[in-house]
């Protein structure tokens, strides 16, 4: 069974840093690309980054450019997602997803595969 955990979340003041972990089980994901979205209160999911499948090319929605790095280490099979310079609109469940099947440069992702999620709030 593949299942995406994601961990990290949690409550911090604005302007601080978070950093998320998503590790894969069940099957290896080293080959694909593999981003994070976020879902804020009363709004659609939408579109955080995403990194090809060895690191090398990301890409960010423009609201957390320059705040937010996508990273992984495909040996232990885990991405992260480092948050600086928090907002609290930045306030959102984040999830975890591998596989991407839609075009790279898509900012409405679809993939095969997704996490339970982890809960982010900024207070400012």
């Known amino acids: 069974q593949v299942q995406l955990v994601e961990s990290g979340g949690g409550l911090v003041q604005a302007g601080g840093s978070l950093r998320l972990s998503c590790v894969t089980h069940?099957?290896?994901?080293?080959?694909?690309?593999m981003g994070w979205s976020r879902q804020a209160p009363g709004k659609e999911r939408e579109f955080v980054g995403v990194?090809?499948?060895?690191?090398?090319?990301?890409d960010y929605a423009d609201s957390v450019k320059d705040r937010f790095t996508i990273s992984r280490d495909n040996a232990k099979d885990t991405v992260y997602l480092q948050m600086d310079n928090l907002k609290p609109e930045d306030t959102a469940v984040y999830y975890c997803?591998?596989?991407?099947?839609?075009?790279?440069?898509?900012?409405?992702?679809?993939?095969?595969?997704w996490g339970q999620g982890t809960r982010v709030t900024v207070s400012s």
């Open positions: 069940g099957r290896s994901f080293r080959n694909h690309a």
């Open positions: 997803a591998a596989d991407l099947t839609s075009a790279w440069g898509s900012h409405r992702p679809t993939y095969n595969y």
């Open positions: 990194i090809s499948w060895n690191g090398g090319v990301t």
